[in-house]
């Protein structure tokens, strides 16, 4: 089945600092998103992009489908962006009204005051 | 609009016992998915139903079964509970396009 990787796995920034997250997949996808999931375990929707490039304000996100990777960009960093982004997929062999999610292990990020 | 509601909350349980985890779809979404969610790990597809027909399992034991009403809410039924079923379970809706949206999840506790 398809392999979903994210990196990395753990990251520590100081407040107003930039960052950038990978989701490496190895199958043809047509579903992506990017998820935050908060402390209490409540996934957040980010964005849904199988390809090209969405913003919503300090977040953006790009998904480049032919080489098989997306990036979640954040930008002036805050505390409450603290918790862990996951990339989740859908591949096209389970298309139709099959929308089961493949999910990666996570960034576990800090954002430290 | 309402998101994904799923309830109870929190849930204890002891080992042997059954537990009957519920969760309502936001209004127009036809499509209900269950998952699995385990401490430092990403979710685990469960299963998926589409107008009340199931459409997807994931590898897991007999033990598990889920039904979607004709009001598209659904349930997720766990018998025989053992300790390694203790995880956040998460109920996702979606219209008919792919993006899924997650209810706050029911955390299960197994004694």
């Known amino acids: 089945g398809i392999q979903v990787e994210q990196s990395p796995p753990d990251l520590i920034l100081q407040e107003g600092a930039n960052s950038t997250l990978r989701c490496n997949f190895s199958?043809?996808?047509?579903?992506l998103q990017w998820f935050h999931q908060n402390p209490w375990g409540q996934l957040i929707n980010l964005f849904y992009?199988?390809?090209?490039?969405k913003q919503n304000g300090r977040l953006s996100a790009t998904t480049v489908a032919t080489e098989r990777y997306s990036l979640l960009y954040i930008s002036s960093s805050q505390t409450t962006d603290s918790g862990v982004y996951f990339c989740?997929?859908?591949?096209?062999?389970?298309?139709?009204?099959?929308?089961?999610?493949?999910w990666g292990l996570g960034t576990s990020l800090a954002v430290n005051p | 609009d309402a998101g994904v509601t799923q309830s109870p909350t929190h849930l204890i349980k002891t080992r042997g016992q059954h537990v009957t985890l519920r969760c309502s779809p936001i209004?127009?979404?036809?499509?209900v998915s269950w998952y699995q969610q385990v401490l430092g790990q990403g979710p685990q597809f469960i299963f998926q139903?589409?107008?009340?027909?199931?459409?997807g399992r994931g590898n897991f034991p007999d033990r598990f079964s889920a039904r979607q009403f004709p009001n598209y809410s659904s349930e997720l039924n766990v018998n025989a509970l053992l300790l390694g079923d203790s995880a956040l379970y998460l109920c996702?809706?979606?219209?008919?396009?792919?993006?899924?949206?997650f209810g706050p999840g029911t955390r299960l506790t197994v004694t």
């Open positions: 989740a997929v859908a591949t096209i062999a389970n298309a139709g009204n099959n929308r089961k999610l493949i």
């Open positions: 199958d043809s996808v047509n579903n």
């Open positions: 992009i199988p390809s090209g490039t």
């Open positions: 209004s127009g979404h036809k499509s």
């Open positions: 139903y589409y107008e009340k027909e199931e459409r």
């Open positions: 996702a809706s979606s219209f008919s396009h792919y993006e899924q949206y």
